[in-house]
């Protein structure tokens, strides 16, 4: 804000900061500003639609009952989406045809900052209970779609496991 510039030599990543009741990981560079405890840059602000209230210097997150798609919508939208389905007493499996070689398809490439954004959702996704580490034999390549806002839209492609 002075026009000093700082120089930086470290970087902290996956870190877990809760604002508010939600709770993101990030990667943080420290900058010796003693008044500030974080300082979020403005497209993160934008990604995830916050609203700045200056005068009582909070950021607040637009509540899922205020987006209109799940006003809209209700009874398709889980109240609580903080993990994966609860235990069921019946068991699903799908039956494999006999002989069939497992399909896993090779990665495609990713440029660095795509890796960066796959460890990322990744990351997050395993946080939040919805994925878990798996080393099956079948596999399907990730892709990245930028979304209006500029942010990435992690997408796989099944073709061959279909």
Known sequence: ADGKKVEVDRVIRNYKIELGTFLFTIDLIPLGHGSFDVIVRMDWLFQHKAEIVCYEKVVDEPKLCDISIVR???????????????????????????????????????????????????????????????????????????????????????????
């Open 72 to 162: 809209d919508f209700v009874e398709v939208f889980q109240k609580d989406l903080s993990g994966l389905p609860p235990q069921r007493q019946i068991k699903f499996r799908i039956d494999l045809v006999l002989g069939v070689t497992p399909v896993a398809k090779s990665p495609y490439r990713l440029a660095p900052s795509e890796m960066q954004e796959l460890f990322a959702q990744l990351q997050e996704l395993q946080d939040g209970g919805f994925i878990r580490p798996s080393h099956s034999l079948w596999g399907a390549p990730v892709l990245f779609v930028k979304k209006k806002d500029g942010a990435l839209r992690m997408c796989i492609d099944y073709k061959e496991l279909n």
